[in-house]
């Protein structure tokens, strides 16, 4: 590999401008592209299959108007009071004219909802009263009804006792002597009384009757309204205090009904009522709107990240000497981001891509790229010094520090690319741009450093360097190639200071022991860590999200900025009534759960099928009740005729993409931590190397997760770090940050330990050639963190809250692992296993191939080479 990197490199310098013009056509096809294919990032990010989504596609077509996106926006009067009636008809006239955009369906008036609420309470109060005098109707009816009863009674028993008169009467007259028919004929006028008093007695009970079936369909409705009644006043009872007016109506919350669902909202849809509400002036009336409204694609590139590029090119300055070589790294670093994270942006149209992923490839294609250039020309540099000529120089560094280039770069690549296996979309094609973008700035380094270094010629280096390598050329010329300052990169050329010294026992027990303890203690708070996704609460404070998120919560509530909805199915052929009673019964149980503070209906679909309601939390969308409430939910059984219980939302699907990414964590962290043992063993032919910079990675590793989660999770330093409020850390960065630093501490690693590898196996002792390896590698180890560090730093105070703690995480992690895992805590390690660390089983040398990645072969056929020319002229 060295030789044919060589090869490389030395054809990239004997065509520099052949190589620079393709890079460049390289850069503008990818600018081309993105402007002609690009599409539109996502803000808002998901992951298919969720519990989540799988009730929000039903949402979408059961209830499709429900399942539009939705933006609120708060109303706050600026001087504490009421509003007034003209405050209410401008906010009215503003919501009309919000309807009237393209990208809105509807718009909600809180002042009209809130009257419609207070209707709706008089009606049921109403009804209770109309319920109430139908019952005291319906007593009097009855009481009547028993009254006619008995006076029926008493009229029968009356009739009777005339019949029995005129009976005896005619028995009496038939004893006298008269005939039967004589004496019934006598009787006949007091029978036909007798007769058609019966015959009334007849028509009044069924009179009665009628009356009696009346008042039975009376009662029938009476309860019938009863029970609806009792429905309507459980949902009041269960949405009990939920408004879009604040109790001292100084706060109203408005609704902007989009006519797409959220994941389909363009940024210039949200722009566009943007820009209406910001031309907005209500005297007296601040208008806040909420994140669903105000959230755009952030600015990739910002003042902080600009600052980190700067602090960059000081470093590189310091180190390299000149202008025009500390602008190669710069330039590298731009050619790569610029094919890369632009060209990936061209992808946008075609895959689903959210803002993040493009700035996660700037970060790394920026940072690797300054770096690998900079191994390169510091390696060129050594070289010119030593008295070696340009073109030689060029080919040389390029096999042998570029070789070093090509394994750390394919280790992180490698590492970002088993993003994949976690089998999250969105996380998978992070790694995959970051990949490209890192693959891309290694075959800069390898092919445009060159050419550039060609450029320049000998101006690699400072007239006062080269006037002082002249100097020693010409006097020590024979012995020239041998020489090296501390800061070359001697691992690659096999050569040391013969009076370097091993460090003492008691250094070396101390060092290990204070590095470990170090790394424990920054690491204690990562077994605290809880993993969520940002909400307006970590937007900067004085934001309109900000702001619309904490007066929602100070007027309504912290559970109205994360609402849950709650869906369930219903029997076939459900009536509209008993679908009713279902939802009320259902919302009932649920205002009952725990950590629950309201229940509001939000009807059902056309067949009755499947109802919904909204669920609004006692604490915040990003609180440990709010995330047991959701689980408690999907496990509730319903005690009522529904079944299945269903939950969405954001609140839920943050839950949902936070869980998808905890359960992937450990199998992702066993297959890096694995490549990073089978890596580590095949370059450097040990089994006890591999496992102290396994180790290290580990403890930077959680370390790192240790100080996101004091700063960011338990608020420490907010006012430094501009944490607005506290709050779980982001569900991806751990995976992130494994993936990241992995790649870079192995390319730390590699730099320290190859030097200690060479010292040892050309007749060093095992504790003196960690000392040697030590100090040819640790200038360029150092430049390159500080650089890696400034980079990501930058983004500490990006526009993004996601990329804040992203930037955070890489920037404390990289500083860890190269200051005190790489430069403090290995070396100590290494001095204390000795010769131990270098053993490896005869069996397994034979079969592990010898990469070569110091590139010693290239070295010695170059040095002989050399030597044989030196030779022949002589």
Avoid at 16 to 30: D, F, K, Q, R
Avoid at 292 to 320: R, Y
Avoid at 411 to 430: D, E, K, R, S, Y
Avoid at 460 to 487: I, N, T, V, Y
Wanted: include cysteine; glycine fraction near 8%.
């Amino acid at each position: 590999m060295a030789k044919l990197l060589n090869k490389l490199g030395l054809g990239a310098a004997a065509r520099p401008w052949t190589v620079l013009i393709s890079w460049l056509a390289l850069v503008a096809i990818a600018v081309i592209s993105f402007f002609t294919f690009g599409g539109q990032l996502q803000s808002t990010i998901t992951i298919p299959d969720t519990p989540t989504v799988q009730v929000t596609d039903r949402l979408e077509e059961e209830f499709p108007d429900a399942a539009k996106g939705t933006g609120p926006v708060v109303f706050r009067t600026e001087d504490g009071s009421e509003f007034t009636d003209e405050q209410k008809n401008e906010i009215g006239d503003l919501l009309t004219d919000l309807d009237e955009l393209d990208a809105v369906n509807e718009t909600v008036n809180p002042f009209d909802t809130e009257e419609q609420r207070q209707d709706q309470i008089q009606e049921i109060e109403d009804g209770q009263q109309q319920l109430d005098d139908g019952e005291e109707k319906l007593a009097t009816g009855r009481e009547e009804l028993d009254d006619a009863r008995e006076q029926l009674s008493a009229t029968e028993q009356e009739l009777d006792e005339g019949q029995e008169q005129v009976d005896a009467g005619i028995e009496q007259a038939v004893a006298q002597g008269i005939p039967q028919e004589a004496a019934e004929q006598q009787a006949a006028p007091l029978q036909e009384q007798i007769d058609q008093g019966r015959e009334q007695l007849e028509q009044a009970r069924s009179e009665l009757a009628t009356q009696e079936d009346e008042l039975d369909e009376a009662e029938q409705e009476i309860e019938t309204n009863r029970d609806q009644l009792q429905d309507a006043q459980d949902l009041l009872d269960a949405s009990e205090g939920f408004s879009l007016v604040s109790e001292d109506g100084t706060t109203v919350e408005a609704i902007i009904m989009f006519n797409k669902p959220p994941l389909d909202i363009e940024e210039e849809d949200r722009e566009g009522v943007m820009a209406a509400l910001e031309e907005a002036e209500i005297d007296g009336v601040e208008i806040l709107p909420t994140q669903q409204v105000s959230q755009t694609i952030p600015q990739i590139i910002g003042p902080t990240e600009i600052v980190g590029m700067v602090v960059a090119a000081i470093v590189l300055f310091i180190m390299l000497g000149t202008f025009v070589t500390a602008g190669l790294p710069l330039l590298n670093a731009l050619v790569g981001v610029g094919v890369g994270a632009v060209g990936s942006l061209a992808f946008s149209s075609v895959v689903e891509m959210v803002s993040i992923t493009p700035v996660l490839g700037i970060m790394l294609g920026s940072a690797v790229g300054i770096d690998y250039a900079l191994f390169i020309i510091n390696r060129h540099r050594q070289q010119l010094k030593s008295g070696m000529d340009v073109r030689t120089s060029i080919g040389l560094a390029n096999g042998t520090a570029g070789t070093a280039v090509l394994f750390a770069g394919s280790t992180v690549v490698i590492a970002l690319l088993a993003l994949g296996i976690t089998g999250i979309p969105f996380l998978g094609l992070m790694g995959l741009v970051g990949g490209v973008c890192v693959l891309l700035a290694v075959l800069v380094a390898l092919t445009l450093t060159p050419a550039m270094l060609s450029f320049i010629g000998p101006r690699a280096l400072s007239k006062k360097e080269r006037r002082k390598r002249d100097e020693q050329h010409s006097s020590q010329a024979k012995h020239s190639a041998e020489e090296s300052d501390e800061g070359s990169s001697s691992q690659i050329t096999g050569h040391h200071d013969p009076q370097t010294q091993p460090m003492s026992w008691t250094r070396a027990i101390v060092t290990a022991v204070a590095s470990i303890a170090v790394l424990g203690i920054l690491a204690i708070p990562a077994s605290q860590m809880r993993l969520g996704l940002p909400d307006g609460s970590a937007e900067p404070e004085g934001s309109a999200a900000y702001e619309s998120y904490m007066a929602i919560d100070d007027a309504f509530g912290p559970g109205r900025n994360g609402p849950l909805v709650v869906t369930a199915d219903l029997e076939e052929d459900t009536s509209d009534d008993d679908a009713m009673t279902i939802t009320a019964e259902l919302a009932t149980q649920i205002s009952e759960m725990d950590g629950v503070d309201q229940v509001v209906p939000a009807g059902t679909n056309d067949d009755n099928s499947i109802l919904a309601l909204q669920v609004v939390p006692e604490e915040g969308p990003n609180e440990p009740s709010t995330e047991d409430l959701v689980y408690e939910l999907r496990d509730t059984t319903p005690e009522t005729n529904a079944s299945d219980l269903g939950v969405a939302g954001m609140t839920s699907g943050f839950i949902d993409i936070s869980d998808e990414l905890a359960e992937a964590l450990p199998v992702y962290l066993a297959v890096v931590v694995g490549l990073s043992l089978l890596i580590m063993i095949v370059v450097f032919r040990s089994l006890v190397v591999p496992l102290i910079a396994t180790g290290g990675f580990v403890l930077s590793c959680l370390a790192s997760m240790g100080g996101v989660v004091a700063i960011y999770q338990w608020g420490w330093l907010d006012t430094i770090f501009q944490v607005s409020t506290p709050g779980p850390v982001l569900s991806f960065l751990p995976t992130i940050l494994i993936g990241v630093l992995f790649g870079l501490a192995m390319d730390y690693q590699l730099f320290i330990s190859t030097g200690m590898r060479e010292a040892y196996v050309h007749g060093s002792d095992a504790r003196t050639a960690v000392m040697q390896g030590f100090k040819s590698g640790r200038s360029v180890v150092t430049a390159a963190a500080i650089i890696m560090i400034s980079v990501f730093g930058g983004f500490i105070f990006a526009d993004d809250v996601m990329i804040r703690p992203i930037g955070f995480a890489l920037a404390f992690g990289v500083l860890l692992d190269a200051f005190v895992v790489r430069l403090l805590l290995m070396p100590a390690l290494m001095h204390l296993v000795g010769a131990g660390a270098w053993w490896f089983p005869k069996w397994l040398d034979k079969i592990v191939p010898n990469v070569d990645v110091e590139g010693s072969s290239l070295d010695e056929e170059i040095s002989r080479k050399e030597k044989d020319d030196a030779t022949a002229q002589a």
